[in-house]
């Protein structure tokens, strides 16, 4: 995390618990508050902020070993590659092709097998016994008004979401230009 970030956070945190929207934030602290807190963070915290991620920070390193099939460890070592090792540089290319196909081809399958699980997900048992219950066109008519249902109620909520946030952002830009005023 960088300084920018830190201190992005830090403001979102502390401008959360200065705005009344209940139960999302409360007003804890007065523009004058939030005024004093930033300052004291500035000259503190950010100030030193380096340092503490050199102090508290993770030191980590990384060892690499080979295990042959016996589990043995045995070191790496450039000088004994073998030949079968090296790919031709026309042969990498195909390899590459054959490695995305079969890639594409699980997946495929992997997805054909998962749609109907995850369309019924949030249906109870009961309802999976109705739907088990009818021909295979009428399953089908099912998923489809079930996935159009699920994603105008999905669109519904984003809009709703989107809308508190833009109401959010203004109050915010509000409270800004009064900090700025005193």
């Not at 009961?126 to 219950?133: A, G, M, P, V």
């Not at 099912?142 to 979401?161: C, G, H, I, N, P």
């Amino acid at each position: 995390m960088t300084t920018i970030q830190a201190f992005d956070y830090f403001k979102a945190l502390l401008f959360k618990h200065s705005v009344e929207r209940p139960p999302y934030s409360i007003a804890i602290y007065t523009p004058a508050d939030i005024k004093a807190i930033v300052d004291y963070t500035l000259n503190t915290y950010f100030r030193h902020f380096k340092m503490y991620l050199y102090a508290f920070g993770e030191n980590v390193e990384l060892q690499i070993t080979e295990e042959d099939d016996k589990g043995e460890k045995k070191e790496k070592d450039e000088a004994n590659t073998k030949e079968e090792d090296v790919i031709p540089l026309g042969e990498e290319e195909e390899l590459n092709q054959v490695a995305k196909e079969e890639e594409a081809a699980e997946k495929k399958k992997a997805a054909e097998s998962e749609a109907p699980k995850t369309d019924i997900a949030d249906l109870s048992a009961e309802d999976e016994k109705q739907i088990q219950d009818l021909s295979q066109d009428e399953q089908k008519e099912f998923y489809a008004l079930f996935k159009d249902l699920s994603t105008k109620m999905q669109e519904e909520f984003q809009k709703k979401v989107s809308e508190q946030q833009q109401d959010f952002t203004k109050r915010l830009e509000t409270l800004f230009a009064s900090m700025k005023k005193a």
